[in-house]
Protein backbone atom coordinates (compact mmCIF):
# COMPACT_ATOMS: atom_id res chain seq x y z
CA UNK A 1 0.00 0.00 0.00
CA UNK A 2 2.82 1.99 0.87
CA UNK A 3 3.75 1.72 -2.60
CA UNK A 4 0.49 2.92 -4.14
CA UNK A 5 0.99 5.87 -1.88
CA UNK A 6 4.62 7.30 -2.93
CA UNK A 7 3.26 6.64 -6.42
CA UNK A 8 0.34 8.90 -6.02
CA UNK A 9 2.32 11.51 -4.05
CA UNK A 10 4.98 12.72 -6.37
CA UNK A 11 5.29 16.06 -7.53
CA UNK A 12 4.27 15.18 -11.16
CA UNK A 13 0.71 13.38 -9.70
CA UNK A 14 0.69 16.70 -7.94
CA UNK A 15 0.68 19.12 -10.78
CA UNK A 16 -1.90 17.09 -12.13
CA UNK A 17 -4.05 17.08 -9.63
CA UNK A 18 -3.61 21.04 -9.14
CA UNK A 19 -4.13 21.65 -13.00
CA UNK A 20 -7.38 19.06 -13.02
CA UNK A 21 -9.15 21.84 -9.80
CA UNK A 22 -8.12 24.40 -11.59
CA UNK A 23 -9.82 23.33 -14.89
CA UNK A 24 -12.81 22.08 -12.73
CA UNK A 25 -13.36 25.09 -10.94
CA UNK A 26 -13.03 27.34 -13.85
CA UNK A 27 -15.40 25.08 -16.48
CA UNK A 28 -17.63 25.31 -13.77
CA UNK A 29 -17.28 29.04 -13.69
CA UNK A 30 -17.94 29.16 -16.90
CA UNK A 31 -20.54 27.33 -17.55
CA UNK A 32 -22.46 29.18 -14.09
CA UNK A 33 -22.06 32.50 -16.45
CA UNK A 34 -23.17 31.17 -19.75
CA UNK A 35 -25.92 29.51 -17.60
CA UNK A 36 -25.25 25.98 -19.18
CA UNK A 37 -24.23 24.55 -15.87
CA UNK A 38 -25.88 20.91 -15.68
CA UNK A 39 -24.78 18.82 -12.70
CA UNK A 40 -24.77 15.60 -14.73
CA UNK A 41 -22.35 16.98 -17.10
CA UNK A 42 -20.38 17.71 -14.07
CA UNK A 43 -20.39 14.00 -12.87
CA UNK A 44 -19.52 12.61 -16.08
CA UNK A 45 -16.33 14.99 -16.23
CA UNK A 46 -14.94 14.21 -13.05
CA UNK A 47 -15.02 10.74 -13.69
CA UNK A 48 -12.50 11.21 -17.05
CA UNK A 49 -9.93 12.92 -15.57
CA UNK A 50 -9.76 11.15 -12.39
CA UNK A 51 -9.74 7.87 -13.90
CA UNK A 52 -8.17 9.03 -16.79
CA UNK A 53 -5.67 11.42 -15.69
CA UNK A 54 -4.72 10.14 -12.10
CA UNK A 55 -5.24 6.66 -11.98
CA UNK A 56 -3.59 6.53 -15.44
CA UNK A 57 -0.51 8.38 -14.80
CA UNK A 58 -0.37 6.15 -11.68
CA UNK A 59 -0.27 2.84 -13.49
CA UNK A 60 2.27 4.72 -16.12
CA UNK A 61 4.47 5.95 -12.82
CA UNK A 62 4.37 2.08 -11.50
CA UNK A 63 5.18 0.99 -15.56
CA UNK A 64 7.56 3.11 -15.60
CA UNK A 65 9.64 1.84 -12.72
CA UNK A 66 9.50 -1.49 -13.14
CA UNK A 67 11.13 -1.17 -16.33
CA UNK A 68 13.41 1.35 -15.28
CA UNK A 69 11.49 3.97 -18.27
CA UNK A 70 11.85 7.02 -16.79
CA UNK A 71 11.68 9.12 -20.42
CA UNK A 72 7.63 7.27 -20.64
CA UNK A 73 6.43 8.75 -17.58
CA UNK A 74 8.09 12.37 -18.45
CA UNK A 75 6.87 12.11 -22.07
CA UNK A 76 3.08 11.13 -20.37
CA UNK A 77 3.23 13.73 -17.80
CA UNK A 78 4.08 16.48 -20.61
CA UNK A 79 0.90 15.07 -22.74
CA UNK A 80 -0.90 15.23 -19.67
CA UNK A 81 -0.22 19.02 -18.73
CA UNK A 82 -0.33 19.93 -22.34
CA UNK A 83 -4.18 18.67 -22.47
CA UNK A 84 -5.03 19.91 -19.01
CA UNK A 85 -3.69 23.57 -19.64
CA UNK A 86 -5.68 23.62 -23.35
CA UNK A 87 -8.97 22.82 -21.29
CA UNK A 88 -7.62 25.80 -18.71
CA UNK A 89 -7.34 28.10 -21.71
CA UNK A 90 -10.67 26.51 -23.24
CA UNK A 91 -12.45 27.79 -20.15
CA UNK A 92 -11.14 31.18 -19.83
CA UNK A 93 -11.93 31.33 -23.28
CA UNK A 94 -15.39 30.62 -22.09
CA UNK A 95 -15.18 33.43 -19.77
CA UNK A 96 -14.25 36.05 -22.57
CA UNK A 97 -10.92 36.75 -21.72
CA UNK A 98 -8.92 37.55 -24.80
CA UNK A 99 -6.31 34.67 -25.82
CA UNK A 100 -3.77 34.85 -29.00
CA UNK A 101 -4.70 33.26 -31.94
CA UNK A 102 -2.57 30.26 -31.73
CA UNK A 103 -3.77 29.40 -27.71
CA UNK A 104 -7.46 29.60 -29.49
CA UNK A 105 -7.09 26.47 -31.68
Given at each position: ????TN????SQMQWIVIL????????????????????GKLCNFMKWPVIGYIFGFGIIEAV???LNWSWLVNVVFVLIV????????????KLGLPLPGTLKK
Open positions: MSELLLATIVIDVVLGIIAALVKKEFVFGQAITLLASIFGNLG
